[in-house]
């Protein structure tokens, strides 16, 4: 299925369903909710799998700093 054929079944733009498949645009609550009726899922997966996606590119881009920074454990011990 194209690109454009999907955005078409899921009543969006092809614009918007082409950045949310390189990862330019993020899957909203609204955008889940189409995913999970036309695939038979639940909004909540695609949601998840959203989450998941922004917590590894978090974690790549400051994951040592914010490893760096003290935790409670620390400044109570301190």
Do not use: C
């Amino acid at each position: 299925m194209s690109t454009e054929d999907m955005a078409t079944r899921l009543g969006v733009s092809a614009e918007l369903m082409k950045a949310v498949l390189e990862g330019r645009q993020r899957v909203t609550a609204e955008f889940a909710l189409r995913l999970g009726h036309f695939f038979g899922t639940s909004a909540q997966f695609w949601l998840n799998l959203q989450s998941m996606y922004d917590l590894r590119i978090a974690e790549k881009q400051s994951g040592r700093a914010i490893k760096s920074l003290p935790t409670l454990k620390t400044l109570k011990a301190a």
